[in-house]
């Protein structure tokens, strides 16, 4: 085996292997990136029924209320702007509480409600997902230092090693 | 002033650390043997400074001493002991001083056990481990310093993060730095090499035991963290493809890759520039680790605080570190001398394309973590990167690079036999094949992916066996002869077998609790009963309890097998005093086939709880196949070619013509 049959080995080797990571990576973006919606643009234009998505706001205040089978809740996720309804069969993170920030991943379904598979809260009392601050701030509702921002310094709380983030499926 | 002499002894630390990372790196260029010298005593100063620095921290803590900014932040009078301990590295100025202490610690042991290393070599070696010293020691200085005071001093502190509170996550974090700071060696190690202009096999004997070692403690410290993620937190899972959890996974995979090429080096003196690559990215990966959980670019469950200043310094720390040695990469590797020549088919080529795998697969995990970041920053939008990314780039990947590790060790150097290795290993292909067969019947085919993965962890674990039993002749000569062969392997033959027989079980058991995981998610009153499985479960009541500084809600659940008793599970709902958040603690019964889970949530104030219990099959294989592989890499640890004052006479057996293997 000479040095330059070897190398020529090891660089056919590298390139199919990149080709095949390539491969691999741009399909999976293609289908399983999940994208950000907030509830205005939901409300501009629904998303492709079956793609997973995420969506996040505030929960409204007296949105939330349990369906008859005790473990199905329904309710809306606001911007402050426009507001989404959601469905979600399981347990509510710790510090889900209407009026505070949420994060939910699900998709729309034929009939055009959304059906959340996952329901994201952080553990912690004044944390406001960096999502939903935006979609906020997009909607002209954000007002800053309203206390809900995640400043250190107003809340050492958040300054914590871990603010878990709270996922229930 | 317990405190202030912290304080005073950082700074101590950091001038041996600035003198450290200057004078020997001259001395060694021009053969100054006293510059050369001063690295031991430097290395062993900044350890001793930070030690003291640290200690003082610790003090703080556990007096509970509010005058201190971080303490106030972080502690309460009632917090038991042990939490008021790792409260020290519970936040983020404390585990950075915590960092810094374990690098000095490294370049202390380097500096202490190192008398047979050349002494240029060791001088250049150390001085590159002061620049990281010194760069972080600034760092904690200027952005994070853990001593700074708060006048009035408040009379109460706040209280530890209560998810922090517990025993797996006390150690996890030490753990996991040991793992991550301790590639800083292998790094100095590989800048040195290149300042040098050469690397041999002994250059490779002297960097594996502390790769090895730092790869230990990494293991178990992810391990210990996807624990404690996995009763903590109470959503069933153990790993959630996270970008921090992805920031300590990706210099595992780099590390393991590392281990593997230094191998190379080691015995064949092949793949030389190769390792030395590897070596710099292993540690430019636990770099951007530490970037992106204490920067704040990410939000994740175990980020540290946000702020832009420290990310900055920290990513000056990165480009420097990384570009800085590249750069000396780039111009030096090519003056390196070409090593051994191997056919494609032979250990070092399998080693090879294992590495090539490995990096390939760290590369789409890179990918996947800083992509949504570099969309936002873009403007592209906001998206997130989740399970299934990684399930359609990663798993892929990894599954020839499994398969893969059952055949190489059986793969000669230089030349090797691959029908010869494929026909010993029938017995192992067989039994993958019927193990896939079973795996598909059980769930109608319906996954065939986890049918597969099943298959490939019997493979590699039936061909670890087998390897193993090759070595030893087993059935071939005498049981007798057999064990005396056994008894005279290396022990570094048998880390490897342990640590490849750890990771099967850990992959079998990782297939099969995210393939057949199932969850029922009900309202109960006391006596209702919940049915997965051949188990039921009957809620027996709910009743308060009480710990050291929490209450909590009880549940009582009475496990039913077929109609008798099995077990009782008490999962909790706990409220801490200090600060007000609910947390889940879960309760689990391991047996061997899997874990019953059991989580209890919020009342409806009608006398009926929501209770969520899963059925986890093979998640203890997880655990104990993450133990196998710690345990094969301490195994390795204690091969004699490591020990203190072996290298001696190991290099009389490296004169002689390549014995043995």
Known sequence: MKRKT????????????????????????DRELVFFFSPSEIAAEQPVPGRIIRLGGLVETGSVTKLGDGATFSFRITDLKASTSIAYRGVLPDLFREGQGVVVQGTFNESGNFVASEVLAKHDENYLPPEVAKALKA?????????????????????QGTSGEGNSQ | MIIEIGHFALVLAL??????????????????RAWMALAKPAALGQFAFLLIAYGALVHAFVVADFSVLVVYQHAHSQTPLIYKIAAAWGQHEGSLLLWVLILALFGALVAFFGDNLPPRLKARALAVQAMIGSAFILFALFTSNPFARLSPAPLEGQELNPLLQDPGLAFHPPMLYIGYVGFSMAFSFAVAALIEGKIDAAWARWVRPWTLLSWVCLTGGIALGARWAYYELGWGGWWFWDPVENASFMPWLMGTALLHSAIVVEKRDALKAWTLLLAILTFGFSLLGTFLVRSGVITSVHAFAQDPARGLFILGILALALGGSLTLFAWRAPTLKAGGLFAPVSREGSLMLNNLLLATATATVLLGTLYPLALDILGGGSVSVGTPYYTATFVPLAMPLIALAGIGPLLGWKRGDLKGA???????????ILATGVALWIDFGKQALAAAGIGLGVWMLAA?????AERVRLFRIGLGASLRRAIHLPRAAYGMSLAHAGLAVAIIGITASSAWKSEEVRQMKPNDSITIGSFSYVLQGVTPARGENYIAERAH?????????????????RQYMVQPMPTTEAAIESHLLGDLYAVIGESDGKGAWTVRIYEEPLVPWIWSGCLLMVLGGIVSLSDRRYRVGAPSRAQVAQALPAAGE
Not at chain 1, 142 to 159: D, I, K, L, R
């Open chain 1, 6 to 29: 070897l190398r020529l080995y090891l660089v056919l080797i590298s390139l199919g292997l990149l080709g095949t990571a390539t491969a691999l990576v741009l399909n999976a973006f």
């Open chain 2, 464 to 468: 670890t066996f087998t390897e193993w």
């Open chain 2, 422 to 432: 494929l026909h010993r290993l029938w017995v192992a292909g067989g039994l993958a």
């Open chain 2, 15 to 32: 001038v041996l650390a600035l003198a450290q990372a200057t004078l020997p790196l001259i001395g060694a260029q021009r053969g100054i």
């Open chain 2, 557 to 573: 659940f009475k496990v039913m097998k077929d109609g008798q008793f099995y077990t009782d599970l008490y999962p909790e709902r």
């Open chain 1, 139 to 159: 909607s002209g509702r954000w007002q800053e230092g309203a206390g809900t921002e995640a400043s250190p310094a107003a809340s050492p709380g958040t300054t």
